[in-house]
Nanobody
Framework: QVQLVESGGGLVQAGGSLRLSCAASGRTFNNYAMGWFRQAPGKEREFVASISWRIGITYYADSVKGRFAISREHAKNTGYLQMNSLKPEDTAVYYC??????????????????WGQGTQVTVSS
């Protein structure tokens, strides 16, 4: 059974930083990508970042490029999203997800078959 558990969310002032973690279990993650998505109240879930677990290729949404960094640690089967220079518009529930993505990276929600429960990130102005 695949499980993804996010942690690290919280309340931060604009300009601050947070690091989200996603502890993964239940599959050979080398064959998959990990993605981060977010959903603000009243809005659709949107792509944030994706990483190929095996080769480390990364891909970002334009809205976070240069501020966020996705990474993974093989030994701990854990993915991370380092978020810097946070803005109030980054406020959302953040989800990690695992999917095939043809072995690389992808940004469509339909390409991810397992999702975590989400962690709230609130950025105050």
């Amino acid at each position: 059974q695949v499980q993804l558990v996010e942690s690290g969310g919280g309340l931060v002032q604009a300009g601050g930083s947070l690091r989200l973690s996603c502890a993964a279990s239940g599959r050979t993650f080398n064959n998959y990508a990990m993605g981060w998505f977010r959903q603000a109240p009243g809005k659709e879930r949107e792509f944030v970042a994706s990483i190929s677990w095996r080769i480390g290729i990364t891909y970002y949404a334009d809205s976070v490029k240069g501020r966020f960094a996705i990474s993974r640690e093989h030994a701990k089967n854990t993915g991370y999203l380092q978020m810097n220079s946070l803005k109030p518009e980054d406020t959302a529930v953040y989800y990690c997800a695992s999917g095939g993505c043809s072995g690389y990276v992808c940004y469509e929600t339909r390409e991810y078959d397992y999702w975590g429960q989400g962690t709230q990130v609130t950025v105050s102005s």
